[in-house]
């Protein structure tokens, strides 16, 4: 995804996933913005790795029409599935080919975020070490489906944005964290971290996509497949406010300064 303002995106695992598409659906429109990293917990962990693929094999394009497919397939789960045994694996292997986002070409550069389910230590699994198993363990809701064994250990979901100090990449200039509600403190912790972990002088510009209408959709993180009309409305809710960022003109700054470099919610 070459050109244009890099940009580092975070995927909250408190975010309902079809919100999360229409805002990545909104965003793969704009030609004057590209993805760097993107790091992703929870069930974005899925969407992630299927636009990373879309990119990697036809460009923005592609990845719309990945993401599409991956709602249509869980549409499908929610509809014809006959028992409650996880899904995600099948519906991820229909959807990616690993080896292509190992490349050392793929345009976007994953870190899934997964919690260790016997000590609760956040895991990011990045470069070679992003598999089917890390994504389908970032995307597990604990408690309701078993833990995920990887390296003799196991793993699920975990929403703590903690750990983007350790994935932050200082290439992109701008961070923009999508999720469910407004993070407030965690992170302005977050850029304060990110500035002491990497040394940098300039903090990067980070800015937050949330869920007006998050509570209302509280009840679908356990069950985030649903009926396809269900999910296009929250997908278009998603390009809406992706839409309103835009218009904000957020990306449209000089050289960042230390003291720019704070949440911005729209």
Same mark, same amino acid.
């Given at each position: 995804m070459d050109g244009?303002?890099?940009?580092? *995106? &975070?995927? $909250? !695992?408190?975010? +309902? =996933? $079809?919100? *999360?598409?229409?805002?990545?659906? /909104?965003?793969?429109?704009?030609? @004057?913005? %590209?993805? =760097?990293?993107i790091t992703a917990s929870g069930f974005s962990a899925l969407e992630a790795a299927v636009l990373a693929y879309g990119l990697a094999l036809a460009g923005r394009r592609g990845a719309r029409t990945a993401l599409v497919n991956l709602w249509r397939r869980i549409s499908h789960v929610s509809v014809f599935a006959t028992n409650k045994a996880n899904p995600l694996r099948s519906i991820l292997?229909? %959807?990616?080919?690993?080896a292509e986002l190992r490349k050392?070409?793929?345009?976007?550069?994953?870190?899934? !975020?997964?919690?260790? $389910? #016997?000590?609760?230590? &956040?895991r990011v699994f990045s470069g070679d070490q992003v598999s089917i198993d890390a994504i389908v363990a970032a995307a597990t809701v604990p408690f309701l489906f078993p833990a995920v064994e990887i390296d003799g250990e196991t793993y699920w979901g975990d929403g703590d944005l903690a750990a983007l100090g350790q994935v932050r990449s200082v290439?992109?200039? +701008?961070?923009?964290?999508?999720? =469910?509600k407004p993070l407030g403190f965690t992170t302005q912790c977050a850029d304060r971290n990110i500035a002491a972990n990497h040394g940098a002088p300039k903090p990067p510009l980070t800015h937050t996509i949330f869920d007006?209408? +998050? /509570?209302?959709? $509280?009840?679908?993180?356990? #069950?985030?497949?649903?009926?396809? %009309?269900?999910?296009?409305? #929250? /997908?278009? /809710? @998603? #390009?809406?406010r992706a839409e309103d960022w835009l218009l904000a003109g957020h990306l449209v700054v000089n050289e960042p300064s230390a003291a720019d470099g704070k949440t911005r919610y729209v």
């Open positions: 244009g303002q890099l940009v580092d *995106v &975070v995927l $909250a !695992s408190d975010a +309902h =996933g $079809a919100f *999360v598409w229409g805002v990545l659906d /909104r965003l793969l429109d704009e030609p @004057g913005l %590209s993805f =760097g990293n292997e229909q %959807s990616i080919d690993i050392k070409g793929c345009p976007v550069k994953l870190s899934i !975020s997964a919690s260790n $389910a #016997r000590t609760d230590a &956040v290439e992109a200039g +701008h961070l923009l964290i999508i999720a =469910g007006r209408q +998050h /509570r209302a959709g $509280a009840a679908l993180f356990a #069950r985030p497949w649903t009926d396809w %009309s269900e999910l296009t409305d #929250r /997908r278009d /809710r @998603g #390009r809406e």
